[in-house]
């Protein structure tokens, strides 16, 4: 609770400096002439550099082969992500949630076992996430602020029981049900937008390949890859 009334106070400052800069260079009649451009012609008005920024996520894992093979093309990429893993697959391979930390990607909690809020109920699942809490905080050393709750299923409830931001989506190819590289790929880069969230997998070879190809490909469209930090606290 502490901690989110820190939160509030930073962000609430943040607001108060925006306000003010607004005022004293009249941004207010810029921002409604990027809402009316953007709304006029479907595209998203960036920054004076042409930056737009995306999120990579990924669920499930760790998986022994096909991470690794991941973590090994967003290193290459100079890349970051975030990566939602069940408690059950960190306990069996620690060294991958280090890996991610070292590279700089974020770890989140995706419960212990992979439970649906409404099939096992609320206190199951605050029991599978606070499990999940306690063995990423021994494997790196820091407390876990973000959540994906499995099938996107959550409650406002829960957010009274635990500390946590839930993370949820904007771009989901349902990598998980197809074979196809080249259908994921499509799937994301036609919905690729500034500020999406893009949900993937990273227990499946289709998978790891179509991640690296839409890396590839945004980057040279002139996207930025972040993690979920940054656009959730924009």
Known sequence: MKKRIRRAGQRLWIYVLIIGLL????TDIHYMLKEAIETVTGYAVTGEDG?????????????????????????????????FVTGANATLYPELIEQMQEDGHIVGNHTYHHVQLSSVGEDIFLQELKETNRVLE???????????????????????????????????????????????VKRVLDK???HAIILMHDEY???????????????????????VERILLQ
């Open 23 to 26: 005022f004293l260079f009249r």
């Open 51 to 83: 930056t737009k920024i995306i999120a990579l996520t990924f669920d499930d894992g760790p998986h022994p082969i096909y991470t690794p093979e991941l973590l090994a093309g967003l290193k290459e990429r100079g890349v970051t992500a975030t990566f």
């Open 138 to 184: 021994e494997i790196l050393g820091k407390e876990i602020e973000y959540v994906r709750p499995p099938f996107g299923d959550w409650s406002k409830s829960i957010e009274q029981e635990i500390d946590m931001f839930p993370v949820l989506w904007d771009i989901d190819p349902l990598d998980w049900c197809s074979g196809s590289t080249a259908q994921i």
């Open 192 to 194: 690729a937008e500034d």
């Open 205 to 227: 070879a289709t998978s790891v390949e179509a991640a690296l190809q839409i890396v590839d490909e945004l980057l040279e469209d002139g996207y930025e890859f972040v993690t």
